[in-house]
């Protein structure tokens, strides 16, 4: 099991001051973690979503992390992929700078966007962004590994070029892709590349989709392959908050979580309307998420327990009910005490999970409790898991992961 923080930039409070906070609290989050054995930190790109995510230029985040860190990687969780957002030429560029500014510690997720409202704000069309993903992929891995490309498509044309600078790691930093639907963690797999599972996930709809990303690995063709190297690693995102008090831990858990998933439901359908958590009673925030999540809040543009049937449908493997004790059930989740996440942790990696990616910088939990958090995983959870598995290192090549050895 590996272990890493991923960073939305949530503002509850949007402000000047309250943003500049945010987001130079990530460095000092990004450094604690790396002092205390985190194996990553994942920045998101999202763009015109006010107090939900304004990370908005990861690799300026990154970089700045990467100055000021040793060990831990850092990771896009994930590039938007649509040309007009980032052209394959800047990324390929943006992202073999930074690999090699890092020293090799660099690990690059993708994705298509999938929030209507920042698609619109580039003048991009929903139907379009699939097939540019995939041809950005693809261009992106040649531009990292070739001396040279020309690219001629329908999509996209470029001239011969040599694009430099190149990545450090061989044969390039290890990609995956932002993973929802059913049939994306089924291309994940057919293109070998790891997967970066949403956050809506608990233990059993791990196991379903860990079942589903096996499955299509075990058939996958070396022609499918975009990655030049396959990176068979599954990750899911996990909401967390670890106090010492489990009953402060999931008052703090579920301010944000519900903060996040109401931010989700708005922004993603196109109603530019921020979370107001002052509208709100703590005491119902648990009732809320669980309407959100079986999609009987009143008004709810996004209904969870409708989307996880809809993914559902066509795929030949036995599924699963979706069960929101699955991710909140107060016995056993990571909005505990570090015995609580340790529980939780262990379910998720019985469900074939590899890293999970905890998710505290969340609307309405304050810094100093995400960094308590962060030091609670640190010297309790991951040692936990350290000693029954000690960790290892690449040895191929820098951040490569095909070849391990123990310490």
Not at 103 to 113: E, H, N
Not at 284 to 303: K, M, Q, V, W
Not at 350 to 367: H, K, R, S
Request: aromatic share 6%; glycine share 6%.
């Amino acid at each position: 099991m590996e272990f890493a923080l991923i960073f939305e930039g949530q503002v509850a409070y949007p402000s000047r001051v309250n943003e500049r906070q945010v987001l130079r609290a990530a460095v000092d989050q990004a450094t604690l973690a790396d002092e205390l054995g985190f194996d990553r930190f994942y920045c998101v790109e999202h763009h015109g979503l006010e107090s939900h995510a304004h990370s908005s230029a990861p690799e300026i985040i990154l970089s700045c992390i990467a100055a000021r860190t040793k060990q831990i990687r850092v990771a896009h969780g994930v590039v938007c992929l649509p040309f007009a957002i980032n052209h394959p030429i800047r990324v390929a560029e943006r992202t073999s700078m930074l690999d090699i500014l890092s020293d090799g510690r660099l690990d690059v997720g993708v994705g298509r966007s999938s929030s209507t409202h920042e698609q619109l704000s580039f003048g991009v069309r929903d139907e379009d962004t699939h097939d540019q993903m995939l041809e950005s992929m693809r261009a992106i891995v040649t531009m990292w590994t070739e001396d040279e490309i020309e690219w001629n498509s329908d999509l996209l044309q470029i001239p011969r070029r040599r694009i430099r600078p190149q990545p450090v790691q061989q044969p390039h930093p290890p990609l995956s892709m932002a993973c929802t639907r059913d049939d994306s963690f089924a291309l994940a797999a057919r293109l070998g590349l790891g997967v970066l599972s949403n956050a809506a996930d608990g233990p059993g709809q791990a196991r379903r989709k860990r079942a589903i990303y096996d499955a299509a690995i075990a058939a996958r063709q070396p022609a499918d392959m975009i990655a030049k190297a396959p990176n068979d690693h599954f990750g899911a995102t996990v909401f967390t908050v670890v106090r010492d008090d489990p009953e402060e831990a999931r008052a703090y858990g579920m301010r944000g979580m519900r903060y996040f998933m109401e931010g989700a439901r708005r922004w993603y359908k196109d109603d530019a309307r921020p979370p107001d958590p002052d509208a709100w009673d703590d005491a119902e925030n648990e009732t809320a998420i669980r309407r959100l999540l079986e999609g009987t809040n009143h008004g709810s543009a996004l209904n969870w327990k409708a989307e996880v049937a809809r993914q559902q449908v066509g795929v030949g493997l036995a599924n699963s009910a979706f069960d929101p004790d699955d991710v909140l059930d107060a016995r056993s989740s990571a909005m505990g005490t570090a015995k609580n996440t340790i529980e939780f942790v262990e379910r998720m990696a019985d469900a074939g999970v590899d890293e999970c990616y905890f998710l505290i910088q969340m609307g309405g939990v304050p810094n100093d409790v995400v960094l308590e958090s962060i030091r609670q995983i640190g010297t309790k959870v991951i040692p936990h898991f350290r000693r029954a598995a000690p960790r290892t290192f690449a040895i191929s090549g820098p951040g490569q992961r095909d070849l391990r050895v123990d310490p």
